[in-house]
C-alpha cells in the first residue's frame, strides 16, 4: 500500500523536484549538476561518507535500512526520483515501498550487465531481458559484498524486476547503461590499465576470441540520466553511444599518446582478462532512445577525448 504523504506534486510549476539517490561520484555527481542547472531542487541521499555538491538539500539515510530512509525523508514528495546505487532486488523493495507514493517518476541506473546471458553478434535489445518475466530471490546472499560482486548483472536484473512489479502507479524507467569512458575522475581504472600497459609494454590479456562492445562517454550518460528524468516513458532503455569498440582500437587511442610505449596482446583460454576484453559480445542497441528522442554521439568521435582525460588524471 503506497503511504501517505503530507506533501503534494507540484502541478504545472517549472520547478521540479529531483531526489538522487547516491550520485556524488563520476557521471552521478554531473547528473547533479545538470539538473540544477536546469533550475532544478534537488535532494540527494546518501549514507553521509561524502558531502553532495553545493545547492542541493542533504539527507543521510542508509539505504538498506527502511526506517532510516522514511525518517529522512519525512514528508517529502518528488517529481522524479534517480536511484544511482540500486544493485539488490531487496534494496529494490525497499525503494518501492518507501517511494510509493511520494514520485510520480522512478529512474533506476542499471547495466549492460544485465545482458551477459544473451551472448549474440547483433547489438541486443531490450525485450531481450524482459523485467516482468525475471524470477526474483530475496533469499539469496545479496548483503555479502564478495556475492554481490561476482552476481553483478543477476542483481540488477532483479532489482529492475522489483521496480517492475510496481504497476502503473509506480511509473519506472531501467537506464541500461554501457561501458562508461573518460572524465579525469574515472575511479574504474579500466582505460588506466591500457595506458599502464601500452606505456610499459607489459602483456594485455585478451580472450582467445576477444569480442567487440557498446560504449558511452561519462558526459553523455550524464545527459541521458538528465533527459530521461525530464520524459514520459517507462520500461526498460539502452544507453549507448552509436557503433562498436574493440579491445584493439582502445589501446590505439591510447598508443597515439604514448609513441614510446609498446601494445602486446596475449591470448588466454582461462584465467583474468584484462578489462574491457570480452569473451561474449556486449553490444547494445540504442534504437529505442533514439526514437524517442535522444541523440547519441559516435564511439569513435569521443574515444580520443576520453583517452586524453584519462591520461590527465594520471599526468
Not at 580472450?207 to 557498446?214: K, S
Not at 553511444?241 to 601494445?263: F, I, N, Y
Not at 596475449?266 to 529505442?288: H, I, K, Q
Amino acid at each position: 500500500m503506497a503511504i501517505e504523504v503530507r506533501e503534494t506534486f507540484r502541478e504545472g510549476c517549472g520547478v521540479r523536484e529531483i531526489c538522487v539517490i547516491g550520485g556524488n561520484r563520476y557521471f552521478g555527481k554531473r547528473l547533479i549538476a545538470r539538473l540544477i542547472a536546469a533550475g532544478d531542487r534537488v535532494t540527494v541521499i546518501n549514507r553521509g561518507s561524502s558531502a553532495p555538491p553545493p545547492g542541493v538539500t542533504h539527507l543521510i539515510a542508509d539505504r538498506d535500512d527502511e526506517k532510516s530512509l522514511e525518517n529522512a525523508l519525512g514528508s517529502r514528495a518528488f517529481d522524479v526520483v534517480v536511484d544511482q546505487v540500486c544493485y539488490t532486488p531487496g534494496q529494490a523493495e525497499i525503494a518501492r515501498r518507501v517511494f510509493s507514493g511520494r514520485t510520480r517518476r522512478y529512474v533506476m541506473t542499471s547495466t549492460v550487465e544485465v545482458y551477459e546471458y544473451e551472448d549474440s553478434a547483433a547489438l541486443v535489445r531490450e525485450d531481450a531481458v524482459d523485467p516482468r518475466t525475471v524470477a526474483v530471490d530475496l533469499e539469496l546472499p545479496w548483503d555479502e559484498p564478495e556475492f554481490r560482486e561476482t552476481h553483478y548483472g543477476e542483481g540488477k536484473r532483479q532489482a529492475e524486476a522489483v521496480l517492475a512489479a510496481g504497476g502503473p502507479e509506480f511509473a519506472c524507467v531501467a537506464v541500461r547503461v554501457a561501458h562508461v569512458l573518460g572524465g579525469d575522475d574515472d575511479f574504474t581504472g579500466r582505460l588506466d590499465h591500457y595506458v599502464d600497459r601500452v606505456r610499459t609494454g607489459g602483456p594485455i590479456a585478451v580472450p582467445t576470441v576477444n569480442h567487440p562492445a557498446t560504449y558511452i562517454h561519462v558526459e553523455e550518460i550524464a545527459d541521458f540520466l538528465a533527459w530521461t528524468a525530464g520524459a514520459e516513458f517507462t520500461g526498460p532503455v539502452n544507453a549507448a553511444s552509436h557503433g562498436v569498440l574493440t579491445t584493439g582500437e582502445l589501446c590505439e587511442a591510447v598508443a597515439v599518446h604514448l609513441p614510446e610505449g609498446r601494445t602486446e596482446f596475449r591470448t588466454t583460454e582461462v584465467g583474468e582478462v584484462s578489462p574491457l576484453s570480452f569473451a561474449r559480445s556486449y553490444g547494445m542497441d540504442n534504437s529505442r532512445a533514439t526514437k524517442l528522442g535522444f541523440t547519441f554521439g559516435e564511439a569513435r568521435e569521443w574515444l580520443p577525448r576520453a583517452v586524453a582525460e584519462t591520461l590527465g588524471k594520471d599526468n
